[in-house]
């Protein structure tokens, strides 16, 4: 099995990516045949900045679950706003 074809299990997911001379947070959009778009979390600001499209080949490690990454998520899902159940509107 390719590379390509077991990240395409993980679209849509925050994972840590380390390609090329870079690493950063961030989910993985769309996997190509030989490509992957992948859009960068800033972990400080708590927001999606920059969108890469990267070449497979370029590709050193991928995390895809562990404690940074649950870390990242539950401050991300603390930043949200909370909805008042009674201006709830069906």
């Known amino acids: 099995m390719r590379l390509v074809d077991k990240l395409k299990l993980f679209e849509r997911q925050l994972v840590?990516?380390?390609?090329g001379n870079s690493e950063g947070y961030g989910r993985i959009?769309?996997?190509g045949h030989d490509f992957?778009?992948?859009?960068?979390?800033?972990?400080?600001?708590?927001?999606?900045?920059?969108?890469?499209?990267?070449?497979a080949q370029l590709i050193l490690e991928v995390v895809?679950?562990?404690s940074d990454i649950a870390r990242i998520?539950?401050?991300?899902?603390?930043?949200?706003p909370e909805h008042n159940k009674?201006?709830?509107q069906f």
């Open 64 to 66: 895809i679950k562990g």
């Open 36 to 55: 992957l778009e992948f859009e960068i979390f800033d972990t400080d600001e708590l927001e999606y900045t920059d969108k890469l499209l990267i070449n």
């Open 73 to 80: 998520l539950a401050e991300y899902s603390a930043s949200l």
């Open 16 to 19: 840590f990516m380390k390609w």
């Open 29 to 31: 959009n769309y996997v």
């Open 86 to 88: 009674d201006n709830i």
